[in-house]
């Protein structure tokens, strides 16, 4: 079953640091975490644990718990924690019409695309996967994180 811990870990690889990017939407940033998403919070002095705490109730979603392949229950939160829940399921439910599954894209990640993704190989899903999140960030068309994104997409 997919595991917040476990994956928090692989998306803390991605997210860390403090930033303050004038090209960056989200403004001020640590650990991903941004000052324009979270108005509540000091992102100046933000802790890794604090950011953990704020990941688990934002991102991590109950039905991630439900994933049985951890590398899929990993990627769907690191593309959530990315480009937001919506896109992030729109890109799952691609990558399930790419393995062959009918599935309304809707970006709702309810009952019909959880047996979906416990149903299909882990492997070629994630495949698909990484593939529709390369293709929802060309799409943004941001050169300067292009590389990034991609690297991130392809993990």
Not at 4 to 19: N, S, V
Not at 110 to 133: D, F, H, Q, W
Request: aromatic fraction near 10%; glycine fraction near 10%.
């Amino acid at each position: 079953m997919a595991s917040f811990d476990l994956a928090i870990r692989r998306t803390l690889e991605w997210e860390g640091g403090y930033t303050n990017d004038p090209d960056d939407p989200g403004g001020e940033t640590r650990w991903g975490i941004s000052a324009r998403a979270n108005p509540d919070v000091d992102v100046a002095d933000l802790t890794e644990e604090q950011a953990i705490d704020i990941y688990r109730t934002k991102y991590w979603l109950d039905v991630y718990d439900d994933i049985i392949a951890e590398c899929i229950g990993a990627k769907v939160f690191d593309l959530a924690v990315n480009m937001g829940h919506g896109p992030a399921h729109v890109c799952l439910q691609r990558a399930l019409r790419a393995v062959g599954i009918q599935i309304k894209e809707d970006g709702v990640f309810g009952k019909i695309t959880l047996k979906a993704v416990n149903k299909v190989s882990p492997s070629c899903l994630l495949a698909a996967m990484r593939s529709e999140a390369a293709g929802h960030y060309r799409m943004i068309g941001k050169k300067k994180y292009m590389r990034g994104w991609l690297n991130r997409a392809y993990s």
